[in-house]
Structure formats: structure tokens, C-alpha cells
Antibody, heavy 120, light 107 residues
Framework: EVQLVQSGAELKKPGESLKISCKGS????????VAWVRQMPGKGLEWMGL????????RYSPSFQGQVTISADKSINTAFLQWSSLKASDTAMYYC?????????????WGQGTMVTVSS | DIVLTQSPGTLSLSPGERATLSCRAS???????LAWYQQKPGQAPRLLIF???SRATGIPDRFSGSESGTDFTLTINRLEPEDFAVYYC????????FGQGTRVEIK
């Protein structure tokens, strides 16, 4: 079964750092882009960026460029999303998703989501 | 940047009725790069349609997509109880913006 499994919920304080993960299985992980999508409470979906694990080519949404870092380790079939200094406004559900193919494509498989809460 | 505007914001319908959801792009887009997703409360989104009109694996044929220029439509024929959810359109192909969503609720 093709799936993406994300790391668990996080409760952090403003200013702290965080790295969440997304592990793929059931397919050749390096061969599909992996995206990160934010959903703030009660709001819609926002694409943050994508990475191609095969060569680490990374594309960021202008809205998130410089705010987060996307990385991947193809040896362990895992993509990461990290923050160096969290803000309360980073409180949201974060989903990873893979593209259908090895090119720019729709997102056919989604992780279960990681809830990040930033509160003092 | 491409902006996708969905309408209406909320659609109130009864089971068995037809739902027609609209997604308008701010500029000409390649229709091969338009997708629709369904999201139910507490769940991750699910891909319904890609390439504007191709159904994803396992999607019932009551879901269909079409396009006319910069306007894209998702039609759900004969709404089932499980179809009441929020629907998003998305363009892909270098950037991956989503529309703001349309909620289909039970009337």
C-alpha cells in the first residue's frame, strides 16, 4: 500500500525550533515530488513548497520562502519541514502529499497530517 | 501568480440533487494542470479529478470535471450523504495554488 505517515502532534513555544517528518512507503520514494500544505484552523489549503527527493530540487511558495525549510533524506524515504523560530501564527495542521508522477502533478497520496500548536 | 476563485462559498443541497462548483483562474492556464480535491472534517484532502476532467483512482463516476477557457467546473450528480464536504480546486505546474474552497452542505 502506498502511504505517507507523518510524525505526531507538537506543542511548542514561540521562538522554539521544530522539524516534522513525512515517511513514504509502498513506492519508489525518490521518484515523486513531496509537497507540504498548511491548513490553519477553520481555513483552506495553502501550498508551502515541494521537494524532489531524488535530487533535492526544492520549490517554495513565495508566501513561505524564507519562513520554513523543506528537506528530504532519500536513504530513509523521509521528507521534512522545519522552522527555526516558531510564531503563534504557525499554529496549523500540516499535510505532506506526493505528486502522481515524477513531474509537476496533482497530489494523489496524502499523509494524515501533523498538528502544530505554538503557544506560550 | 495564478489566483483561483471558487464559487459559491457554500452550496446547500439535498441528497440526490446535482452540485455544480465553479473555479475561475485569474489568467489563462493549461487545463491539463487543474485538479479538484474533497476534504471531510478531520481528514486529509482526497484527489478527485486531475487534468481538469480525469477521475482519480477509485472515484465514482458521479464526479465529473470540465473546463471552458479559464472557468473550471466540478459536477457531482445525485449527491450521496458522503459527498457533503469541502471541495478545493488547484492548479499545478510550477506553482500549486488552491482555491479558497466550496462547502457543500445538507439543506
Amino acid at each position: 500500500e502506498v502511504q505517507l505517515v507523518q510524525s505526531g502532534a507538537e506543542l511548542k513555544k514561540p521562538g522554539e525550533s521544530l522539524k516534522i517528518s513525512c515517511k513514504g512507503s509502498g513506492y519508489i520514494f525518490p521518484n515523486n515530488w513531496v509537497a507540504w500544505v498548511r491548513q490553519m484552523p477553520g481555513k483552506g489549503l495553502e501550498w508551502m513548497g515541494l521537494i524532489y527527493p531524488g535530487d533535492s530540487d526544492t520549490r517554495y511558495s513565495p508566501s513561505f520562502q524564507g519562513q520554513v525549510t523543506i528537506s528530504a533524506d532519500k536513504s530513509i524515504n523521509t521528507a521534512f519541514l522545519q522552522w527555526s523560530s516558531l510564531k503563534a501564527s504557525d499554529t496549523a495542521m500540516y499535510y505532506c502529499a506526493r505528486t502522481q508522477s515524477n513531474s509537476f502533478d496533482a497530489f494523489d497520496i496524502w499523509g494524515q497530517g501533523t498538528m502544530v500548536t505554538v503557544s506560550s | 501568480d495564478i489566483v483561483l476563485t471558487q464559487s459559491p462559498g457554500t452550496l446547500s443541497l439535498s441528497p440526490g440533487e446535482r452540485a455544480t462548483l465553479s473555479c475561475r483562474a485569474s489568467q489563462s492556464v493549461n487545463s491539463n494542470y487543474l485538479a479538484w480535491y474533497q476534504q471531510k472534517p478531520g481528514q486529509a484532502p482526497r484527489l478527485l479529478i486531475f487534468g481538469a476532467s480525469s477521475r482519480a483512482t477509485g472515484i465514482p463516476d458521479r464526479f465529473s470535471g470540465s473546463e471552458s477557457g479559464t472557468d473550471f467546473t466540478l459536477t457531482i450528480n445525485r449527491l450521496e450523504p458522503e459527498d457533503f464536504a469541502v471541495y478545493y480546486c488547484q492548479h499545478y505546474g510550477g506553482s500549486w495554488p488552491f482555491g479558497q474552497g466550496t462547502r457543500v452542505e445538507i439543506k
